[in-house]
């Protein structure tokens, strides 16, 4: 059990400190120019567990398992990042943007399971949908 409680702790917690950074960063700081220091950290921290993980040797060889979905990956995250950057920038408060961007994300995909991954989607979730988007509009009334 604890093998499926402690990844959605670390993904909860992780997303806390996120979305208060996001929040909390200067306005007057170029959000490029911050995000590439976060990425340089980054960086030099997953190195670090990635070389202690593998090992020194076998490096190169984990490395040549890479494909396409690392560099897509690296041009969502600075889209991901960006846009809360400006989310925030724009006025969003920390208790509504990220319902509103996770309900909304929700929403996508099971969409995109259904028709990417054949994901059998319920007469119970499409339910969840009309639910979450009612909620959108009422979150955004208020």
């Known amino acids: 059990m604890w093998n499926l409680i402690w990844p959605i ?21 170029n959000p490029f120019g911050a ?7 980054s960086a030099i921290i997953t190195a670090a567990i990635f070389v202690f993980m593998v090992k ?3 490096v190169i060889f984990e490395l040549s398992k890479v494909n ?15 846009g809360y950057v400006f989310v925030y920038r724009a006025g969003w408060s920390v208790s509504t943007a990220s319902v509103v961007a996770n309900i909304g994300l929700a ?14 989607v ?3 979730q499409i ?7 009612i909620g959108l509009i009422l979150i955004n009334l208020g």
Do not use: H, Q
């Open 122 to 124: 319920s007469l119970t």
């Open 9 to 29: 702790l670390v993904v909860i917690l992780s997303n806390t400190f996120y979305n208060i950074c996001m929040k909390s960063m200067p306005s007057d700081v």
């Open 35 to 41: 995000l590439m220091v976060t990425y340089i950290v």
């Open 107 to 120: 929403c996508v995909l099971l969409i995109v399971g259904y028709f990417l991954y054949r994901e059998n």
């Open 127 to 133: 339910f969840g949908i009309i639910v979450c988007m």
């Open 68 to 82: 396409w979905t690392s560099i897509v990956l690296a041009l969502v995250l600075v889209g991901l990042e960006v």
């Open 56 to 58: 020194p040797s076998n």
